[in-house]
C-alpha cells in the first residue's frame, strides 16, 4: 500500500523523510525512513538500502551515523528500513534484545508463532523497493546497492548473495558472518526457521562456499575492539567469512579497525568510506 509521509527535514541540501505504510509482506504497518540527496531534482538517483542491527528501528542509522554528508556529495538515495515487524501481538516478542521485536534477522519466519508477520527478507527484497519507487515517481535509478551493521551486515550479505544481479555491490560493519555458528544466529534460526540447519540458507559463510557467480568486491569495516568479535562468544567470524571468500576467489577487503568497539561511533568513521565505495559500482 502506498506510503505516507511521517516526517521530512532538510539535511546537506537533500530531504530526509520517514514514511509508514501497510505492509503486505509483514502484515502490519511498517516505518522506513529516506535520504533523497538534492541531486534528485536534476536526475534519477541510484539507491543504497542500509540494514541496521538488533535493537534498532529506521532511526539509528540516520540519527547517529552521519551518513547524509556523503549521500548528499555522492548522490545517492539511502533507504533506511526497520528491523522488524512492529506493533504485533505475539507472546515472546518483546522479551529479548535479540529475537523478536528489532530482530526480524531478515529472513522469512515458518514457523507459525511468526510467520503471518516476520517477513523481512521478502520485505527488504521485493515490497519495500516497489514502495520507495512508488513514493518517489521518477527520483530513482533502477541501480541499488546493499549494506549493513551485525545482523543488519548479515542481512545485506545474504541479500546480495541470494540474489545474483539485484544489487550492484555489498558491504557491511561487523556483520554477523557465520550465523549458524553463534548464538544470535542459533536463536533466530531456531524460533524463526525451526532448526539452526534451515538457516544455512541464510548465512553468508555457507552462501559463500557454494557461491560460483563471477567475481565481486566486497568491502567490511570490522573494530578490533568490538565486544562480540571475541572473549567466549564471537558473534561476528570475520575470519571464517575471509577464509571461504578466499578459497572462492571473490574479493574481500576486510579492514580491522584497530580500537574501534561495535558502536554507531565506528559506522560513523567510516560510513564515507563504504557510501563511495556503492557509489564507484553505481555509477
Ligand atoms: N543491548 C545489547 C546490544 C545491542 C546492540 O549492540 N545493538 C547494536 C547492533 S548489534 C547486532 O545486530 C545496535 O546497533 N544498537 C543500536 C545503537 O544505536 O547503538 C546488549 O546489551 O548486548
Redesign the pocket.
Known sequence: MAATVKSSVKVFGGLLQRLTHRSSACACDMTFAVYMPPQAAAAPVPVVYWL?????TDE?FHQ?SGFARAASQLGLCVVMPDTSPRGVQIDGADDS?DFGSGAGFYVDATQPKWRDHYQMYSYVKAELPEVVAAAYPGKLSPAASICG????GHGALTLFLKNPGMYRSVSAFAP?CNPTAVPWGDKAFKGYLGSVEAGAAHDATELMRQYSGPPFKILIDQGAADN?LSGEVNQLRPDTFAAVCNERGVELELRMQEGYD???YFISSFIADHLAFHAAALK
Open positions: 541496521s542491527g538488533l535493537t534498532c539509528n547517529k534484545y551493521h551485525s545482523m543488519g554477523i562480540f561495535h558502536s554507531y
